[in-house]
Nanobody
């Protein structure tokens, strides 16, 4: 069972930046992907970003592209989410995920597809 531990959340003001980190307990393969979803109170889990651990594939949700950047350190089983120009609507619990094996982008974007999840880290953006 892979354990994922997120860190870096907090309370910031609109326009500020935050960097989230997620460490996986086990070494992943090049075919795996890691990324982030977020969930605000009363809302469905929303895809934020994903990155393939081999190759250069990155994917972003429409609401965060051009503001957020996902990156990885495969040697340390770690993925990062640099969040810039934060807005109050970015307020949510951010959950890291690891999806083993090859998966097309549509699968990475679907929270119902099986994967490992972290417990989440709270991000709150005040106006």
């Amino acid at each position: 069972q892979v354990q994922l531990v997120e860190s870096g959340g907090g309370l910031v003001q609109s326009g500020d930046s935050l960097r989230l980190s997620c460490v996986a307990s086990e070494r992943s393969t090049r075919e795996d992907a890691m990324g982030w979803f977020r969930q605000a109170p009363g809302k469905e889990r929303e895809f934020v970003a994903a990155i393939r651990l081999g190759g250069s594939g990155t994917y972003y949700g429409d609401s965060v592209k051009d503001r957020f950047i996902i990156s990885r350190d495969s040697a340390k089983n770690t993925v990062f989410l640099q969040m810039n120009s934060l807005r109050p609507e970015d307020t949510a619990v951010y959950h890291c995920f690891l999806r083993p094996g090859r998966a097309i982008a549509a699968i990475l974007r679907d929270p119902a597809q099986s994967r490992y999840w972290g417990q989440g880290t709270q991000v709150t953006v005040s106006s």
